[in-house]
């Protein structure tokens, strides 16, 4: 099974859209597997609670399996087109893999540092990592927002955001 | 006339002070995340759902029509300004519009689309009006297999028109459809695919989904490959049009309505279809200077695609409130937001809340008008918006992403979920799958497992059931026919490797 690219543009032998193919396919084989737990017993007439996510488990797995086959044929999608994207370059692992982790951390410190204090750090490390070129600016920019979302929506909306270091002071 | 009194009565609820209001918050946030690259209506309805659960259902609804409609006009703005659309409905749009743009005509670009798009608005809303009483009558025959064939007929149809590759459409709609699997089964209590954890016994809320996909995988899609030099904004004064732009553009408006309307009611329908067709259909039939102007900058160009995006926004409407059917993921988001009201549409509910559909269809004539002002003299406001920087912007989606789900449970793994379903999102992406369908499998599916059990009860079990309705038959005939259809075109057209649509994000 070579990964014969006929026509377009040269690609490498080892394609990544193979892995989400792959992963679409494993998932159909997840919700078979997961059903088969699920007891039948609750339906005695009709069907019961196993038919619907078996019938989408076995479509999954066709699905998942012409996937492949179509990657494996050197089928492709077209990458969406965005104002700010340029198509053609190069994925940016290290961008992706900040931004991940900026997220990542923000979700472990929330409830600590409080939301002010998490949302700037967010915003400000996201529009760094983003290129933003005046960090004196996004850091501003990041306090102001973090702190008037968190009037906005705690003190006229009612939605409840942690405090965290900044309670009782805010 | 029965409706126009109903219609009659949802102006006296839509012109409370209270509700115009919601509905100027509504015009306004829609035209402003239309413009704005990277969110669209889709995101900023489930983004509201948490926090509007305190606000009446009408005022709720007639906020969100409003941001549904608002984000067909910012769009449009996006495209004829920048060479790239907001959204993927206005991309036909920017072919003509950024050229005419560029020759120093932005400011009736920007007049024939929005004028063009209060006039189709309109004239699509009379029509909803019209036909969805019409809809109701013959739907209310419908039982569970015609329902549940509806059902597979939007699945199949979503997948298939919104990709060029019916693998990807499939694969995208498989991931809705596991995703609205997890969790306790409605009927019988019983646990499925949640893993042994507590958290997803409730299932993943949609709100979650949603942000997830369209928000943070569109933050990572750009971080992958983020263009580094801000785009070119052409400037712009008020916009205005002359006496001979007039002249060419009312036609367009009404072939654009007269195409857009219907491609929006049908299922797998959305905008893209009827703006492409309509420009095909402009440029056909221009004449004279307008043939010479077609590639160059032609208003025609942008009157006829911009009238057809908004009307198939009224369209859309149309099987979403008689049948609870969602041809968009916008649709689908609102699907989910009468959802969280316990209301179910379908033909019961023109029956029983009729001050909540009519208020909501008499509020999208008072928000067309409203954007037809919010438009016109206020372009130049809403292209500086254009130059905000894209780190602040896109840092900013973020932020108010996490804030949403956040606010859903006050709960961080809801968080942790929003990531790895931004994960998902950005895959898609990566590899051209659109996310409409996910969204649309994972409202839709859950009903349709409903139905179909409902269907199977009915029948003592038996299969046969399902087809023993010339409705539910028709409807899977023609659910099949949109999945064999692109294999026909691909055997027909092998050596041709054009895309045939674009690729589609959110509408």
């Given amino acids: 099974m070579s990964s014969d690219n006929t026509g377009q543009k040269q690609r490498r032998r080892w394609r990544p859209e193979l892995g989400l193919a792959v992963i679409v396919l494993a998932l159909g084989v997840f919700v078979v597997l997961g059903t088969l737990d699920v007891s039948a017993a609750a339906s005695q007439l009709g069907i019961g609670p196993r038919f619907f996510p078996m019938l989408v488990g076995c479509s999954m797995i066709a699905i998942g399996l012409f996937y492949v086959a ?11 087109e965005s104002e700010d994207v340029d198509v053609d370059a190069p994925a940016d692992w290290r961008s992706v893999g900040l931004v991940s982790g900026i997220f990542l951390a923000f979700t472990a410190v929330l409830n600590v ?43 006229g909306l009612g939605v409840s955001l942690p405090g965290g270091l900044l309670r009782g002071v805010i | 006339m029965d409706s126009f009194q109903l219609l009659l009565d949802g102006f006296a609820g839509a012109l409370t002070p209270v509700n115009l209001m919601y509905a100027l918050i509504g015009v306004t946030l829609g035209t402003l995340v239309g413009v704005l690259p990277g969110i669209g209506p889709a995101m900023t309805v489930a983004l509201l759902l948490p926090i509007t659960f305190t606000v009446p259902p009408t005022s709720a609804f007639i906020m969100f029509a409003g941001i549904y409609y608002g984000g067909m006009y910012g769009g449009s703005t996006t495209s004829i300004l920048l060479n790239t659309p907001g959204e993927s409905s206005s991309m036909i749009t ?24 209060f006039v189709a608005g309109t004239i699509a809303t009379a029509l909803l009006v019209v036909a969805a009483p019409a809809v109701v009558s013959f739907a209310i025959s419908f039982g569970p297999e015609d329902y549940f064939a509806l ?16 693998v990807r459409g499939l694969a995208s709609l498989g991931f809705g459809l596991v995703i609205g699997l997890i969790g306790i089964d409605q009927q019988t209590g019983q646990a499925r695919l949640t893993l042994g954890l507590d958290q997803l016994l409730d299932g993943v809320d949609v709100v979650v989904v949603a942000v997830g996909l369209f928000a943070l995988g569109e933050a990572l899609y750009v971080a992958s490959r983020l263009r580094h030099s801000l785009p070119e904004v052409v400037p712009v004064g008020r916009a205005w049009m002359g006496r001979t732009d007039w002249r060419r553009s009312w036609l367009p408006w009404l ?26 259909a402009e440029k056909r039939l221009a004449r004279g200077v307008a043939k010479e102007e077609f ?74 008008t409203m954007l037809l002002v919010l438009n016109l003299p206020l372009a130049p406001l809403w292209a500086r918006v254009l130059r905000i920087p894209r780190p ?74 399902l087809v023993r309705s010339p409705i539910a038959v028709i409807l899977l005939l023609l659910a099949l026919a949109a999945l064999v259809a692109p294999l026909f075109r691909k055997l027909m057209t092998r050596r041709r490797t054009e895309p045939i649509v674009p690729a589609s994000r959110e509408d």
């Fill in chain 1, 70 to 80: 179509d990657v494996l044929r050197g089928g492709s999608g077209d990458p969406e």
């Fill in chain 1, 113 to 155: 540092l409080g939301w002010i204090i998490a949302a700037s750090l967010l915003f400000f490390g996201l529009s760094v990592v983003l290129g933003a070129e005046h960090k004196l600016r996004a850091a501003g920019v990041g306090v102001a927002l973090g702190i008037a979302t968190y009037l906005l929506f705690v003190k």
């Fill in chain 2, 94 to 117: 920017a072919l003509e519009g950024n050229k005419m743009a560029r020759r120093g005509r932005a400011a009736q670009a920007l007049a024939t689309a929005a004028i063009g798009s």
């Fill in chain 2, 151 to 166: 059902a597979i007929l939007a699945f199949t149809a979503v997948s298939s028109v919104l990709s060029r590759s019916v």
């Fill in chain 2, 255 to 280: 072939r654009g309505t007269a195409f857009g309307f219907p491609f929006g009611a049908l299922p797998g329908g959305g905008a893209e279809i009827p703006t492409f067709l309509s420009y095909a």
């Fill in chain 2, 295 to 368: 590639g160059k900058g032609a208003i025609e160009g942008v009157a006829g695609p911009e009238a057809a995006n908004n009307a198939s926004a009224a369209g859309t409407l149309v099987p979403l409130l008689t049948l609870g059917l969602p041809t968009s993921a916008t649709a689908a988001i609102l699907l989910a937001a009468f959802q969280q009201y316990g209301l179910q549409p379908g033909p019961q509910l023109f029956d029983h809340n009729p001050a909540l559909v009519w208020g909501m269809i008499a509020s999208l004539f008072i928000g067309n």
């Fill in chain 2, 392 to 465: 602040y912007l896109y840092a900013g989606i973020v932020l108010f992403a996490a804030l949403g789900v956040y606010a859903l449970n006050g709960s961080v793994v809801d968080l942790v979920a929003l990531f790895l379903l931004g994960l998902l999102g950005y895959a898609m992406r990566r590899f051209g799958l659109p996310v409409a369908p996910a969204v649309i499998g994972l409202i839709l599916g859950p009903m349709a497992e409903i139905q179909l059990r409902r269907a199977l009860a009915i029948g003592a079990g038996d299969v046969t059931t």
